[in-house]
Nanobody
Framework: QVQLAESGGGLVQAGGSLRLSCAASGSILGLRSMGWFRQPPGKQRELVATIDNGGTTNYADSVKGRFSISRDNARNTVSLQMNSLKPEDTAVYYC?????????WGQGTQVTVSS
């Protein structure tokens, strides 16, 4: 089993910054891609950003230039630096990890951006 522990959510004013972190533990041999997804109120879960073992990143168009994903393979952690936050970034943010053929999710952390 794999556990994902997220931290760093909160309330911030528009234009502000937050940093989310996620640490993977447990049976993580074969850990591959890690990333962040979000679910805005009343909407479906959507991609924010992912990063693979080699550091290749992928971002949703809506966050390009504002968010930056990074990863520490030695510590099995992934972080999301969110700058220039907008009210439409308000959502529950979920950490995701691909371990071999399985997908694991964190419990989610709330990010609220006030206008």
């Amino acid at each position: 089993q794999v556990q994902l522990a997220e931290s760093g959510g909160g309330l911030v004013q528009a234009g502000g910054s937050l940093r989310l972190s996620c640490a993977a533990s447990g049976s993580i041999l074969g850990l591959r891609s890690m990333g962040w997804f979000r679910q805005p109120p009343g909407k479906q879960r959507e991609l924010v950003a992912t990063i693979d073992n080699g550091g290749t990143t992928n971002y949703a168009d809506s966050v390009k230039g504002r968010f930056s994903i990074s990863r520490d393979n030695a510590r099995n952690t992934v972080s999301l630096q969110m700058n220039s936050l907008k009210p439409e970034d308000t959502a529950v943010y979920y950490c995701k990890a691909d371990v071999l053929w399985r997908v694991y999710w964190g419990q989610g952390t709330q990010v609220t951006v006030s206008s």
